[in-house]
């Protein structure tokens, strides 16, 4: 019998509340940095000062005689003659019985460097004349230019009569991911030479893997848990240099556990990064507002060695367009995947400038935008393919938007003033797509106890959007019983294969082979239990945690399993198609309402409206938690973050939380979230919504400033500065 | 370019604060002061002392009286954490910027990692451990209102939301934005939040 999702279901789709949320909201759930096992030592990091430097001469003997202090060792194959690229490059680490005294020996290690010249800012490296820190692999003058992407004849596009041309720059800052919970964890070896490590992460497998090949040692011997964990946003999927380094000091200390989790200021610097994105763009449509043509030269960067791409043209069809890219390599901490990798900027990027065109063209930018919709539903990435018409369902989602924000009473043309208040008023939106569909690859074991205890058992972990819930919805949804009587048991490396939680994938990787798993022990369980009530097994069904035969309930849950004797049933399921889109395929769309006050600057948020497909819906409350979510972190990404570099000593201005700017409660408006979930929707299966309703929020506030001031704020945030700064280009200009 | 060196890190803002500061019970009970010696070229400064010598601290803490060796530099969010075994608390800006430190201690809600725990003596402290876990305390409104996803800001908001409620059992939406306003939230559970507590505060007055 093939497995497929219930028809008319019970539980799934419903507001189910965490089954973990009582543990997280008593303090009493245990993060990895919370552990503390028999004679763990306090492990810290020391980090390089420096944007740029040589190291000469490198001293732990100070250190190693303080007291307290059980292991000291350079990071990686830090020795004297070694780089550090950018302030927060690790260098040595410390293991000391308490944490003091390993703060203490940091301090005390000797560090001779000789400083090198540093390119902090895009605008530093790419100066003439600038010190070329960055060479080989392509890269000259610290820019690695990418191949340019042309479709069609964009130079030709542009020429005729009747087109309507935008030409304008964009620019959004490098931002940290800010995991509340920094990186770490905390590890030992145990007397038979395994490793046993608590690691804040969002892969529990990969993160053994890179553990037990730094060591040499057979994956079998590495256990990684991660019950739950404070925050990853695609910086987290491994043991890291600072996990690595602490198993090492463990080993030298004789096997004695280390808790290592790097301070804010490292976080911010080391932990990973979103890419910055500068464009100057080219944007042309017909007098009708037909796109024919874009032309885009972008660039960003991801640091001293990541890169910084994001796809432009985003979401519309461009009928012929080119764009080139370069990497700017800088003396800054490495980009790492940040919810939607990529598409916040290009969403941004594009936004501004079909916003920007439709006001040249004197259109509303609703209709604007309807009219360049493309058919397909991905943005091509090469492995991604079109599960639905993506058109039709971005102009009910757009309706439904617009109604929501009050777009047709409250849209005004860009610069209209009501009064003379210097307080502003404007609403902006902006369209999103995603991936979010989950490989097939994964398994889940389900296990049915004697006393009916039912266990729901794989190597994946909760990254906060509620994975041990979703695992038990669908057991109790087959199962009859309720969400409380399942036991979810995730975060272990050892148990079966799981998904790693990135690109939205969790919940639709884990799902079909959670359903195959539970389905499958149901069917043993009714094979086993039909001759004890004489009936077939086709003929039983499990209902309100009854056993039923053709409809009756005829004995409790409880009595059926302990039919089972001795003998507990236990199967693994796999992925089946059709459970889950493999291809995923999400999108929506955001409205975002603001006033901004002309004379300060300051923007506030009145509304955001978020509009979001995502397939079948296991837990609505949890996905309506996730949708908030992204949309909070494209606000922050909208008004608030940014990593400040200073040019003159290349080191970061504000590695902390309270210069390095995010949202309080203050800061929120309303905020209504709508779910578009047609039965069409629905039939593709479960596709992840961690990240697609942060991809537009930046966008949609952008253009909301821009509609309210009459003028484009062309660098994100929108902070005081930079509106002000745009208010005052245009009053040069007038 | 302006020679940095090798600057000292977290270490820093303690070592300030205690010379800054002038504690007088910190530096009265420094026993045994060890020195490490720092980069050459930071002779011409005043040497550095690391202070590496610990005293009895008795706190009260939920109700319990508990004692524990520390360094009298230790923060309570530290002694929490890492002697007593009380993890609520989180460590997350380590300078009063975020909240997920909050404790209540006399009643007052406090950043625990920017307070001395030789400080506390005496004194009654209440971590998120000790609160209702009942349908009237603040903890089952969050679960219910999902006021939180990966979870490690939350104890900080419960104890906030908590404390106010202590002070304003009737409190506006708006009082309750500005009594959690020094909470941050990554996730962005904020809409939870705010409708928890508004939740917490009707179900303890159907108490
Ligand atoms: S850790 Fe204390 S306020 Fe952030
Ligand atoms: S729930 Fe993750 S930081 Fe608040």
Partial sequence: MPTNWPENPKIIGTRVTRLDGMAKATGRAKYPSDSHPEGMLFGAMLYSPHAHARIKSLDFSAAEKLPGVKAVLPAGNIKAGSLVRFQGDDIAAVAAETEEQALDAIRAIKVEYEVLPHVATEEQARAEGAPEVFKGGGIVKNVRKGRSVTIGKPDDAFKGDDVVTIEASYSAPVITHVCLEPHGLTVRWTPEGKIEAWASTQAVGPTANELAGAFEIPITDVTVHTDVMGGGFGSKFGADIWGVTAAKLSKKAGGLPVRMFLDRAHEHMGGGNRPSAIAHVKLGATKEGKLIGMIAETSGTGGAGAGSAFPLPYVYAVPASSRTHSDIFVNGGNARAMRAPGHPQGCLVMEAAMDDLADKLGMDPLAFRLKNLKPTDMVEDGFSKPTVDRTPVYHDEVEIGAELIGWKNKWKPRGHVNGGSPIRHGLGMALHQWGGGGPPTNQVACTIFPDGAVEMKTATQDIGTGARTIFAIIAAEVLGLKVTDITSNIGNSTFPPGQPSGGSTTTPAMSPPALNAVTLARDELFTKLAPALAANPEDLSLADGQVLVKGVAKMAWKDACRKLGMQPISVVGKSSPGLASQHGGVAGCQFAEVTVDIETGVVRLKKIVAVQDTGLIIDKLTWETQVYGGVIGGLNYGLFEERIMDPTSGIMLNPDMELYKLAGASDIPEIVVHAYETPAMKARGVIGVGEPPTVSTAAAIGNAVANAIGVRVPHWPMSPKNVLDALASKEGKA | ?207
């Fill in chain 2, 1 to 207: 370019m302006a020679d940095l060196d090798q600057k000292p890190k977290v270490g820093a803002s303690r070592r300030d604060f205690l010379r800054g500061s002038g504690i007088a019970a910190a530096t009265a009970v420094i026993t045994g002061p060890a020195v490490a010696s720092l980069d050459e070229a930071k002779a011409a400064e005043p040497e550095y002392k690391v202070v590496a010598d610990t005293v009895t601290l008795k706190l009260q803490v939920n109700g319990k009286e508990l004692s524990t060796e520390i360094e009298p530099r230790c923060t309570l969010l530290d002694t929490l954490r890492n002697r007593l075994d009380v993890t609520g608390p989180k460590r997350v800006c380590d300078r009063a910027s975020c909240g997920a430190c909050t404790v209540i201690i006399d009643g007052a809600t406090v950043y625990s990692c920017t307070t001395l725990a030789i400080a506390c003596q005496g004194k009654k402290v209440e971590t998120v451990e000790s609160f209702d876990t009942g349908p009237t305390g603040v903890p089952h409104a969050f679960v219910q209102h999902d006021g939180l996803m990966c979870g490690y800001c939350t104890p900080g908001f419960v104890t906030a939301c908590k404390s106010l409620l202590d002070r304003n059992p009737n409190p506006t939406l708006d009082e309750v934005r500005k009594g959690v306003d020094g909470n941050i939230c990554r996730c962005g559970t904020y809409i939870g939040v705010l409708e928890a507590a508004l939740a917490a505060a009707k179900a303890m007055k159907g108490a």
